[in-house]
């Protein structure tokens, strides 16, 4: 079993001119002793994910990942 798997993992933000996606359906999984680097340009989304993953985004964020997400 994983300690964490994420399946489709999106992050929307609310805007004036309507939702802005900073994170477009990102999947991973992460066994026990892995290690995971998260690497990607300034601005793709790496921070907002992972802060996504332990529920530290703003009341703006809407989060949605397919059935079946789970963090253990």
Partial sequence: MPLLE???LSVDFATAH??????DQVSLTVE????????????SGKSVAMLAVMGLLP????????????IS
Avoid: L, Y
């Fill in 6 to 8: 994420i399946s489709e």
């Fill in 18 to 23: 309507g939702a802005f996606r900073a994170v």
């Fill in 32 to 43: 026990a002793g892995d290690v995971q680097a998260i690497v990607g340009e300034s601005g």
């Fill in 59 to 70: 009341w703006t964020a809407t989060i949605s990942a397919a059935h079946g997400t789970s």
